[in-house]
């Protein structure tokens, strides 16, 4: 309780200086100029779009078809001089038809968003083609970005059950219990081997939704700002870096605890986390939440391996565990409450039957049911009963379902609360009327 008291106190601070954000999901778009299915009577000079954050110059593609879907050749998009979220290209002179722009950005966040348009100068074309792709382009569009959930859940999941396994197996071995080396015995190799892999998978399939920019030839040749717009391809290297030098032998403990820890961090910070005000503060809640998330899991995973060999009842340990997962579950309600405020509002998640808002109820139906399922079996437990080893897997499980649930959330835009929204709206109409 001394614990959870503390905890409280800090959240409450947090929240009693917590001002009224502003929020942003993936880059969307606010308006355009020529607007989309405007006919125009002039030809336009350039074209003209606005977002609702601030782009990285140099992942943003602008693409000008003509009515037969031929591409016309136009300047490098620009970022608006004192407005980082328009972006605009200088056009050359064209004639009377229909055409059609295929836009990219990528998010603060790291997201890309891709979209289209359709203006017409003088009269609209009889028929307009759509530009030149390839049929099964948006199928494996949507397949590659299924793969990147797939790989990132499984990866980063791998990330978050070792890295909460290699601290609580550290304090349980000062319980006479067993060590993560004991554990994972001959399989140790796997436990960084197979999340580099995966680091190694997920930068190839980030890099297949991002078709006008080539991330590895940015790598080899040492294009550091490049590299730098996109946190999601920082937070891969970064973590192969980290998973690399926890695959040293023969180092002190600490060293394996510290770089874990930071690989378990560094996870909070590829997503959503850069595209939230008050930034501070989105990070803050973002890494508590990954980092007790990942002891939550780790300490449910670390009792079912030890409860396979027969060792819970030490008494020490029993104490240790209990505290652990209560603080633990405690901080990661408070800072995923947190986030949520500032992120998004409770009448915009209603109101939204989108993939976030139904990911989001998935979520709290599983973690509410992990705690139900933690109430029961921690008052057997203390009343000197054995746990029930069906109910632990089952909780582990439902751990494992609510971090599928958050995985696919940082990879999905969540509702943008309706005031941010309008807000957004009038400014663009107020920069259109300067």
Same mark, same amino acid.
């Given at each position: 309780?001394?614990?959870? =008291?503390?905890?409280?106190?800090?959240?409450?601070?947090?929240?009693?200086?917590?001002?009224?954000?502003?929020?942003?999901?993936?880059?969307?778009?606010?308006?355009? $100029?020529?607007?989309?299915?405007?006919?125009?009577?002039?030809?336009?000079?350039?074209?003209?779009? %606005?977002?609702?954050?601030?782009?990285?110059?140099?992942?943003?593609?602008?693409?000008?078809?003509?009515?037969?879907?031929? !591409?016309?050749?136009?300047?490098?998009?620009?970022?608006?001089?004192?407005?980082?979220?328009?972006? /605009?290209?200088?056009?050359?002179?064209?004639?009377?038809?229909? /055409?059609?722009?295929?836009?990219?950005?990528?998010?603060?966040?790291?997201?890309?968003?891709?979209?289209?348009?359709?203006? #017409?100068?003088?009269?609209? $074309?009889?028929?307009?083609?759509?530009?030149?792709?390839?049929?099964?382009?948006? /199928?494996?569009?949507?397949?590659?970005?299924?793969?990147?959930?797939?790989?990132?859940?499984?990866?980063?999941?791998?990330?978050?059950?070792?890295?909460?396994?290699?601290?609580?197996?550290?304090?349980?071995?000062?319980? #006479?219990? *067993?060590?993560?080396?004991?554990?994972?015995?001959?399989?140790?190799?796997? #436990?960084?081997?197979? *999340?580099?892999?995966?680091?190694?998978?997920?930068?190839?399939?980030?890099?297949?939704?991002?078709?006008?920019?080539?991330?590895?030839?940015? &790598?080899?040749?040492?294009?550091?700002?490049?590299?730098?717009?996109?946190?999601?391809?920082?937070?891969?290297?970064?973590?192969? &870096?980290?998973?690399?030098?926890?695959?040293?032998?023969?180092?002190?403990?600490?060293? /394996?605890?510290?770089?874990?820890?930071?690989?378990?961090?560094?996870?909070?910070?590829?997503?959503?986390?850069?595209?939230? !005000?008050?930034?501070?503060?989105?990070?803050?809640? =973002?890494?508590?939440?990954?980092?007790?998330?990942?002891?939550?899991?780790?300490?449910?995973?670390?009792?079912?391996?030890? $409860?396979?060999?027969?060792?819970?009842?030490?008494? *020490?340990?029993?104490?240790?565990?209990? %505290?652990?997962?209560?603080?633990?579950?405690?901080?990661?309600?408070?800072?995923?409450?947190?986030?949520?405020?500032?992120?998004?509002?409770? $009448? #915009?998640?209603?109101?939204?039957?989108?993939?976030?808002?139904?990911?989001? &109820?998935?979520?709290?139906?599983?973690?509410?049911?992990?705690?139900?399922?933690?109430?029961?079996?921690?008052?057997?437990? =203390?009343?000197? !009963?054995?746990?029930?080893?069906?109910?632990?897997?089952?909780?582990?499980?439902?751990?494992?379902?609510?971090?599928?649930?958050?995985?696919?959330?940082?990879?999905?835009?969540?509702?943008?609360?309706?005031?941010?929204?309008?807000?957004?709206?009038?400014?663009?109409?107020?920069?259109?009327?300067?």
């Amino acid at each position: 309780m001394k614990h959870i =008291r503390m905890v409280l106190s800090f959240a409450i601070l947090f929240l009693l200086c917590l001002q009224t954000p502003s929020v942003s999901a993936h880059a969307g778009l606010v308006g355009t $100029s020529p607007k989309n299915g405007e006919i125009v009577k002039a030809a336009p000079t350039k074209i003209t779009l %606005r977002f609702t954050e601030t782009l990285e110059p140099g992942l943003v593609s602008i693409r000008l078809y003509d009515w037969n879907a031929n !591409e016309i050749s136009i300047e490098k998009p620009k970022l608006q001089r004192g407005d980082a979220s328009t972006v /605009y290209a200088d056009l050359p002179t064209l004639a009377q038809g229909s /055409y059609t722009v295929v836009w990219s950005v990528v998010s603060e966040d790291g997201h890309p968003v891709k979209d289209t348009l359709l203006f #017409s100068v003088g009269v609209k $074309s009889a028929s307009v083609k759509a530009p030149n792709e390839n049929p099964n382009a948006k /199928y494996a569009a949507s397949l590659n970005s299924l793969f990147l959930i797939i790989t990132r859940y499984v990866t980063q999941g791998m990330i978050l059950l070792m890295g909460g396994l290699v601290f609580v197996s550290w304090r349980a071995a000062k319980h #006479s219990l *067993p060590s993560f080396r004991e554990i994972l015995g001959k399989n140790m190799m796997y #436990s960084w081997l197979l *999340p580099l892999l995966g680091m190694l998978m997920l930068w190839l399939l980030y890099e297949a939704t991002l078709p006008e920019v080539n991330l590895t030839k940015a &790598l080899l040749n040492g294009d550091w700002g490049l590299l730098g717009q996109s946190p999601f391809a920082v937070m891969i290297l970064v973590s192969t &870096l980290l998973l690399l030098l926890t695959a040293i032998p023969r180092m002190e403990t600490g060293w /394996y605890i510290t770089m874990w820890l930071l690989v378990v961090t560094v996870q909070a910070l590829g997503g959503h986390v850069w595209g939230i !005000e008050p930034l501070a503060l989105s990070i803050i809640a =973002r890494v508590m939440h990954v980092l007790t998330v990942s002891l939550w899991l780790g300490a449910l995973f670390y009792l079912v391996l030890i $409860s396979v060999q027969g060792k819970r009842e030490n008494a *020490p340990f029993k104490a240790f565990f209990l %505290r652990l997962v209560a603080v633990a579950a405690f901080c990661t309600l408070a800072s995923g409450a947190v986030l949520l405020m500032i992120q998004t509002d409770f $009448s #915009s998640i209603i109101g939204s039957t989108g993939t976030w808002s139904c990911l989001l &109820l998935g979520k709290l139906l599983a973690v509410a049911a992990m705690l139900f399922l933690a109430w029961r079996q921690t008052r057997s437990w =203390r009343g000197g !009963e054995s746990l029930k080893q069906t109910l632990l897997r089952v909780e582990t499980i439902l751990g494992l379902i609510a971090l599928l649930a958050g995985v696919w959330m940082s990879q999905t835009q969540y509702p943008l609360p309706a005031a941010a929204h309008d807000h957004q709206h009038v400014e663009y109409k107020q920069g259109e009327s300067k």
